[in-house]
């Protein structure tokens, strides 16, 4: 967490029309400056100021949730493990994306592609003012560099997985030549580029901890060679952060004890955040909070439960029966949405009729993903089903619980600002640790390394089994029949990626990461019509039926058509082609 806020940023595609940031010790103070003339910024405060412009990005420019650092619609909602959640009226445009049925002029998708190149063009202006500036220390100069191109970097991996033919520029480009350049850039070029200048050249540690640091670089460009197949240069890498990484307050990486601290604002940059996104409260402006997850709380809880809104981000039936265990073990033949091992439900139960929460085997992290009825909703009270749920016939009958604040933190970690409670002070992390481990682990799959990628996967399941950080009832016992156990043996490469990627879902449910790996497995179509064929089988057929997932097209979202008529009909002709199928 980082009290920062960032009051006024106007920027045009490329160039700063005007900049005012107020901060904290955690950050340069820069008081409200108004428009500000070119020769200002070429100052280390002027820079300064507009890399955290460049910062504040991260968290979206435009204020809507598509732009959120957490992928909560465009990943996790796309992917199958959540759904919209609420009603079928409230915030349609979220519709289409669930369904796969992603509209050329989407308002939401548009404003997704303009935040992050604005997060570009930021990041651009910083490199061009460094070229300008004269007298700032080599050593500051060059580290600002990194962090610009870094920030750059993870704007254009962003635009990649979402839209793949997308334009590419960087800070040498003239202004007047962006209407003339086509969507058909080599991004991974520019990506590889940026971060491998990055983390030979950031530090280590800073001392303001809002800034990426040299292992979050590593990380990232290793991300970048796994998303492109390139195992041996990523494998490398991730042994390379696994073994030596350090987070920017100079603590060693390492999986936290207790899974329910990575989504608790009171443990903020901790050992196992690699690159994270910060967040402030009570700073006049709700988007330096968590405003893009204001939604995503159970409904009408009132004083016994978080946000008193909105009912969004609900997980879906799949989602929650692939916890279930047998021995301790996932169900990878995909019988977990059998009658007999589904996970027992209060769909279709009012609150006040009798109910008894499934007694079968379960993977511990279910309940500190899944808010489902009779089990305690962090300290709140135990979750009562229906009464928090806007329409169980819609969304069904689960609510979220990461990245959800504590009745003990209302308050102290919520922002008290704006309509609702629900904004709350909690920094969204990027890239984990356990992240790391598990694309480590892929890697070494593919490389043939089963007995090193096993250790791996078995490390993040390990940190899972430790049974003082299990949910529990306010007597001290378990809230449900956890029970988890390390894999014993990968029998095969084939074997051990069915396990790999059932343990990304366990352990990354609802971070954004689902639909991005499924694109990149070539998994997409089978997984994803299954998924709507059983969340409709479940009587979700208002959201569902009739849906499918389009091999070919539903991979990457539609280039904005808006985009496309700014840039097409002009002396240049047909500068961006809409991706195919559209």
Not at 111 to 135: I, Q
Not at 284 to 306: C, I, R
Not at 313 to 333: E, I, M, V, Y
């Amino acid at each position: 967490m980082i009290n920062m806020k960032i009051k006024t940023i106007s920027l045009a595609f490329v160039s700063l029309a005007m900049l005012s940031v107020s901060c904290n010790d955690e950050f340069l103070e820069i008081g409200a400056t108004g428009s500000l003339a070119e020769a200002q910024m070429v100052t280390q405060e002027g820079i300064d100021g507009v890399l955290i412009g460049a910062y504040s990005a991260l968290n979206g420019v435009f204020g809507n949730r598509f732009e959120a650092p957490s992928h909560w619609v465009t990943g996790s909602v796309a992917g199958g493990e959540f759904n919209k959640g609420t009603d079928p009226g409230d915030y349609s445009s979220i519709n289409p994306v669930q369904r796969y049925d992603y509209p050329t002029t989407q308002g939401d998708l548009n404003n997704l592609w303009r935040g992050r190149y604005e997060g570009v063009a930021r990041a651009n202006k910083v490199l061009s003012l460094l070229a300008a500036s004269e007298g700032l220390q080599p050593a500051t100069k060059t580290r600002y560099e990194a962090e610009a191109k870094m920030l750059r970097a993870h704007f254009y991996f962003d635009l990649k997985k979402h839209f793949n033919n997308i334009p590419v520029f960087d800070e040498t480009v003239a202004a007047a030549d962006l209407a003339t350049l086509k969507n058909d850039g080599d991004a991974w070029a520019q990506i590889e580029s940026d971060l491998t200048f990055a983390a030979a050249n950031l530090p280590a540690t800073q001392s303001q901890l809002g800034r990426v640091n040299s292992w979050a670089a590593k990380a990232l460009l290793a991300k970048a060679h796994l998303f492109q197949g390139e195992y041996p240069q990523a494998e490398t890498l991730f042994d390379d952060v696994i073994a030596n990484g350090v987070t920017p307050a100079g603590e060693k990486y390492a999986l936290l004890d207790d899974f329910s601290q990575i989504y608790n604002a009171e443990f903020d940059n901790h050992a196992e955040a690699v690159f994270d996104v910060e967040s402030a409260m009570n700073t006049g402006s709700t988007q330096n909070a968590n405003y893009f997850d204001d939604l995503n709380y159970p409904y009408n809880t009132g004083p016994d439960g978080p946000g008193n809104c909105c009912g969004f981000f609900q997980p879906s039936f799949q989602f929650a029966n692939k916890f279930r265990t047998k021995d301790g073990l996932p169900l990878l033949d995909g019988s977990y949405n059998s009658p007999a091992n589904a996970l027992k439900n209060d769909y279709g139960i009012n609150s006040g009729d009798a109910f008894t929460p499934d007694a079968g085997e379960v993977d511990p992290r279910l309940d500190h993903t899944v808010g489902r009825r009779g089990i305690p909703y962090l300290d709140w009270i135990a979750h009562p089903g229906k009464a928090w749920i806007r329409s169980q016939v819609y969304a069904g009958p689960y609510s979220p619980k990461k990245y959800v604040y504590y009745k003990s933190q209302e308050g102290t970690f919520t922002d008290a600002s704006s309509w609702t409670r629900g904004y709350a002070v909690m920094n969204y992390t990027i890239i984990r640790f356990a992240d790391v481990l598990l694309m480590a682990a892929e890697a070494k799959i593919q490389n043939g390394k089963l007995a090193d990628a096993l250790a791996l996967v078995n490390q993040v399941r390990n940190r899972a089994a430790k049974s003082e950080h299990w949910v529990k009832n306010p007597d001290g016992t378990n809230a449900a029949n956890y029970k988890i156990a390390p894999y014993a043996s990968f029998d095969s490469k084939e074997d051990a990626l069915k396990k790999l990627m059932m343990e990304r879902t366990l352990e990354l449910g609802g971070e954004g990461h689902r639909f991005f790996d499924l694109v990149r497995w070539g998994t997409a179509k089978a997984e994803l019509d299954a998924y709507l064929q059983y969340e409709s089988s479940q009587g979700l057929t208002t959201k569902f039926g009739g849906a499918s997932f389009t091999s070919g097209k539903s991979e990457y979202y539609a280039i904005p058509q808006q985009q496309i008529d700014i840039v097409n009909g002009g002396d240049a002709g047909v500068v961006y082609t809409q991706n195919p199928g559209y």
